[in-house]
């Protein structure tokens, strides 16, 4: 199980870029406060510091923050490649029954494209348990069908 989060990742590495608990806040719109015991139970959790704290002083980072940091600049990238990339390589993929298909399939395709021209739209026909099976997996996004009544999907 996980017990670090990303926005916690997003924490310590607005602290480490900005050397101040307060401007860190401001710029990830978080109280300095939640920031700070934010900050505390990944020490924690990690069990040892990852800034040096004073009143008044810069913060710094020690030499297990480093690794920490890097480590963590990582996972936010991947996870941001992951929103991104694979978002917009991931097609829409509109399904229809086979035995209307070759009257409605090709137009709602050919609307959707024109609408949507940033989006990969893909097209498939089958039955109507291959269509539930990909609506219920997440292989399919919607359905052109006779009212069946999908198991409310």
Same mark, same amino acid.
């Given at each position: 199980?996980?017990?670090?989060?990303?926005?916690?990742?997003?924490?310590?590495?607005?602290?480490?870029?900005?050397?101040?608990?307060?401007?860190?806040?401001?710029?990830?719109?978080?109280?300095?406060?939640?920031?700070?015991?934010?900050?505390?139970?990944?020490?924690?959790?990690?069990?040892?510091?990852?800034?040096?704290?004073?009143?008044?002083?810069?913060?710094?980072?020690?030499? @297990?923050?480093?690794?920490?940091? =890097?480590?963590?600049? &990582?996972?936010?990238?991947? %996870?941001?490649?992951?929103?991104?990339?694979? *978002?917009?390589?991931?097609?829409?993929?509109?399904?229809?029954?086979?035995?209307?298909?070759?009257?409605?399939?090709?137009?709602?395709?050919?609307?959707?494209?024109?609408?949507?021209?940033?989006?990969?739209?893909?097209?498939?026909?089958?039955? @109507?348990?291959?269509?539930?099976? =990909?609506?219920?997996? &997440?292989?399919?996004?919607? %359905?052109?069908?006779?009212?069946?009544?999908? *198991?409310?999907?």
């Amino acid at each position: 199980m996980l017990y670090i989060t990303l926005r916690q990742y997003e924490y310590l590495v607005g602290v480490a870029d900005t050397k101040s608990l307060t401007r860190a806040a401001q710029l990830l719109h978080v109280s300095q406060p939640s920031l700070s015991v934010a900050i505390t139970r990944v020490e924690r959790r990690l069990g040892q510091p990852i800034f040096l704290r004073g009143k008044g002083a810069a913060i710094e980072i020690t030499p @297990f923050g480093h690794r920490v940091l =890097a480590k963590a600049r &990582g996972v936010l990238e991947l %996870a941001s490649r992951i929103e991104q990339e694979d *978002a917009a390589a991931t097609p829409f993929v509109l399904g229809c029954f086979e035995d209307i298909a070759p009257w409605y399939l090709a137009p709602a395709l050919d609307r959707l494209k024109s609408r949507f021209t940033d989006l990969r739209i893909e097209g498939r026909e089958g039955r @109507f348990t291959d269509i539930a099976d =990909a609506l219920t997996t &997440g292989r399919m996004d919607v %359905a052109i069908s006779y009212d069946v009544g999908f *198991a409310g999907k």
